[in-house]
């Protein structure tokens, strides 16, 4: 668990999760409204070095960022206005899932299915403060490295 206290400290520590992501992984953020997902999708995706600006996909539902330095592109998904597992299915992430990171806001209870391996993010505010608490869970082999116990930082490498 990580207590980050300012939306630039939720860049940096997602600019700092980015270092550690390749093509493949899934992402799936939790959190309440104004939580900071869109924030930690802006900083994963400097860490990425991939075109923006990043803004929240609410009303697009997805957007694809190509890397601008070979790297894999950002796919951004915001799954808040989507009715269930059909509507996800009609997006076809899976089509792109291997070469990409693919960060999906509100996507807890519907994308799981996409990949065995993923890390579940939550992010809740700290009450009557901007503070925001990260919490990380690795789910599969591919987060078996330190990431299931919520560390206060990714890990290193």
């Not at 994963?44 to 997805?62: D, H, N, Q, Y």
């Not at 070469?99 to 519907?110: A, I, K, P, Q, R």
Request: charged share 30%; no cysteine.
């Amino acid at each position: 668990m990580t207590r980050l206290a300012t939306p630039e400290d939720m860049r940096a520590y997602g600019a700092r999760l980015a270092a550690r992501l390749r093509p493949g992984d899934l992402l799936v953020l939790s959190g309440p409204l104004g939580a900071g997902k869109t924030t930690l999708v802006q900083g994963i995706a400097e860490g990425l070095k991939v075109r923006g600006p990043i803004t929240s996909p609410t009303f697009v539902i997805a957007r694809v960022h190509p890397s601008l330095r070979q790297g894999p592109p950002l796919v951004h998904v915001d799954a808040y206005r989507l009715g269930g597992d059909l509507e996800v299915d009609d997006l076809d992430l899976d089509a792109s899932l291997e070469d990409s990171v693919t960060v999906v806001e509100w996507g807890e209870g519907l994308v799981e299915g996409l990949a065995e391996d993923r890390l579940e993010i939550h992010i809740d505010r700290e009450a009557g403060d901007e503070a925001r608490i990260v919490t990380l869970r690795g789910v599969g082999s591919r987060w078996s490295d330190g990431w299931s116990d919520t560390p206060s930082d990714p890990p290193e490498e």
